[in-house]
């Protein structure tokens, strides 16, 4: 059965996959740098997720690594409001932790 929980685990990857990819968008001014640079940045999130957290990952880490990592992978994404809206880092910063810590009980 699929919980609340799951679906806000949910939830914040897929915003944390569509901040990254816009982020990467936003950089280069040449359109097609734009394009090519969220489609990396989408393959190179999917990858990671993929191999190291999704359900079926290839390379299994538990404990406290991968806790830490996970954290850290959905929460960089939120970086890029650093300097303009701190607010958004701080909200996420704690959105996740407190998903990760229901996920893992």
């Known amino acids: 059965m699929i919980g609340i929980n799951d679906?806000?685990?949910f939830?914040?990857?897929?915003?944390?996959?569509?901040?990254?990819?816009?982020?990467?968008?936003?950089?280069?001014?040449?359109?097609?740098?734009?394009?090519?640079?969220?489609?990396v940045a989408?393959?190179?999130?999917?990858?990671?997720w993929a191999l190291f957290?999704?359900?079926?990952a290839k390379y299994q880490i538990s404990g406290n690594?991968?806790?830490?990592l996970k954290f850290l992978l959905l929460l960089f994404p939120f970086t890029q409001f650093i300097s303009k809206k701190p607010i958004y880092l701080i909200i996420s910063a704690?959105?996740?932790f407190i998903n990760l810590l229901l996920q893992s009980k």
């Open 11 to 39: 939830l914040i990857e897929i915003l944390s996959l569509a901040l990254l990819c816009s982020w990467a968008y936003s950089l280069p001014s040449e359109g097609w740098q734009k394009i090519l640079l969220a489609l």
């Open 65 to 68: 690594l991968y806790w830490i």
């Open 53 to 56: 957290f999704s359900p079926k």
């Open 42 to 48: 989408f393959a190179v999130f999917a990858l990671i």
């Open 7 to 9: 679906v806000v685990s």
């Open 94 to 96: 704690i959105a996740i």
